[in-house]
Structure formats: C-alpha cells, structure tokens
Nanobody, 123 residues
C-alpha cells in the first residue's frame, strides 16, 4: 500500500525559507513521477515540482523555478522541496503525490496523495 507523509510546514515570515519532506513507502518502480502540488485558499490545486524517480529529470512550475528546489534521497525514500524567499501568495496546503506516468500529469492524473502540510507565509 502506497503511503505518502508530508512534513515541514509551518508559519514563516515573507522572505523566509522552509524545507518540506515527503516520506514514501510502498512504492514500486511503476511510480515514475513523485512531486509536489499545492492548493491555496480559494484556489485550485496546482503543480509545483516533480521529479522522475528513474532518471532524476525535474519539472517545475515556471513561476516557481527560481525559488523552489526539489530533491530526493533514494536511500530514505524521501523527496524534499526547498522553498526560499517565500511570499504570502505561497500560502497553501502542500501535497506530495505520485503517478505512473511521465511527463508529470496534472493534479487529476496523479495516482496517490499524501494528506498535505500547511505552509503559511505571513508577518
């Protein structure tokens, strides 16, 4: 059974940084895409960044590429999202998700989801 557990969210001031973690278990090699999505208040869920678990290729939302960095630790079955220079509009629940397809599908194409971790950017 696939389980994805996010952690690392919290309250941060504008300009600050956070690192989110997604601990995965039960994954097989079929799940080639693992990544991060977010859903802000009153907004639709959107893609943030995904990584190809086979070859390490990375996909970013264009507007976030300069501030967010995805990485993985295969030994720990964990994917990270480093978020720098956070802005109030980054406030959202951040979700980890996996898919058996690459390039990454949109939110509706992902196969399994974690429960999310809340990031609040506010002074």
């Amino acid at each position: 059974q696939v389980q994805l557990v996010e952690s690392g969210g919290g309250l941060v001031q504008p300009g600050g940084s956070l690192r989110l973690s997604c601990a995965a278990s039960g994954l097989t090699s079929d799940y080639v895409t693992i990544g991060w999505f977010r859903q802000g208040p009153g907004k639709e869920r959107e893609g943030v960044s995904c990584i190809n678990s086979h070859d390490g290729r990375i996909h970013y939302a264009r507007s976030l590429k300069d501030r967010f960095t995805i990485s993985r630790d295969n030994a720990k079955n964990t994917v990270y999202l480093q978020m720098n220079n956070l802005k109030p509009e980054d406030t959202a629940v951040y979700y980890c998700a996996v898919s058996s397809t690459w390039p990454p599908p949109g939110p509706y194409g992902m196969d399994y989801w974690g429960k999310g971790t809340l990031v609040t950017v506010s002074s």
